[in-house]
Antibody, heavy 115, light 112 residues
Framework: EVQLVESGGGLVQPGGSLRLSCGGS????????MNWVRQAPGKGLEWVTN????????YYLDAVKGRFTISRDNAKSTLYLQMNNLRVEDTAVYYC????????WGQGSLVTVSS | DVVMTQSPLSLPVTLGQPAFFSCRSS???????????LNWFHQRPGQSPRRLFY???NRDSGVPDRFSASGSGSDFTLIISRVEAEDVGIYYC?????????FGQGTKLEIK
């Protein structure tokens, strides 16, 4: 069974940092581009960042560029999102999604940025 | 950036009746490689999104054949031929042809 499981979300103050993880199983993780997509409370979906299969190239939404860093460990089938200098507007459920066409998604991890 | 506009935003439909979803992009989604990277997703209340179609009309495994998708250029349509109760939720289109990828605001399907 294909599975993506996110972890690492929580409450953080503005300016703080958080690292999300996403563990994949049931599919050849190293053969897939991986993505992070977020959804603010009651809002729609927003693509945030993705990374190529080898982990050598990452692409970012302008709003997070310079603050967020995507990475992966193919040996552990795990995707990461390091989020620094968090802002209130970064509050959202963060989903990891596998594949260039967002083939399948995890259940999401809630990040709340608030003082 | 490409702006994706969906309509209607709310779609009340009687069980067994068809439902029509529209998605328009602010520019053509034909990629330089000749493909059109337009996908459709369904998000049930309290759940994560699930992809229904990729590259306009390629149906994902497990998606009932009462769902169909079509379109070209900057104008795309998702159709449910006979709505069932399990179809409620929000339907999103998403383009991956131009960076950055972008989603429409979603169409909320409810049972009338």
């Amino acid at each position: 069974e294909v599975q993506l499981v996110e972890s690492g979300g929580g409450l953080v103050q503005p300016g703080g940092s958080l690292r999300l993880s996403c563990g994949g199983s049931g599919f050849p993780f190293r053969n897939y581009w991986m993505n992070w997509v977020r959804q603010a409370p009651g809002k729609g979906l927003e693509w945030v960042t993705n990374i190529n299969k080898e982990g050598s190239e990452g692409y970012y939404l302008d709003a997070v560029k310079g603050r967020f860093t995507i990475s992966r460990d193919n040996a552990k089938s795990t995707l990461y999102l390091q989020m620094n200098n968090l802002r209130v507007e970064d509050t959202a459920v963060y989903y990891c999604a596998a594949g260039g066409y967002l083939d399948f998604w995890g259940q999401g991890s809630l990040v709340t940025v608030s003082s | 950036d490409v702006v994706m506009t969906q309509s209607p935003l709310s779609l009340p439909v009687t069980l067994g009746q068809p439902a029509f979803f529209s998605c328009r992009s602010s520019q053509s989604l034909v990629h330089s490689d000749g493909n059109t990277y337009l996908n459709w997703f369904h998000q049930r209340p309290g759940q994560s999104p699930r992809r229904l179609f990729y590259k306009i009309s390629n149906r994902d495994s497990g998606v009932p054949d009462r769902f169909s998708a079509s379109g070209s250029g900057s104008d795309f349509t998702l159709i449910i031929s006979r709505v069932e109760a399990e179809d409620v939720g929000i339907y999103y289109c998403m383009q991956g042809s131009r960076w950055p990828a972008s989603f429409g605001q979603g169409t909320k399907l409810e049972i009338k």
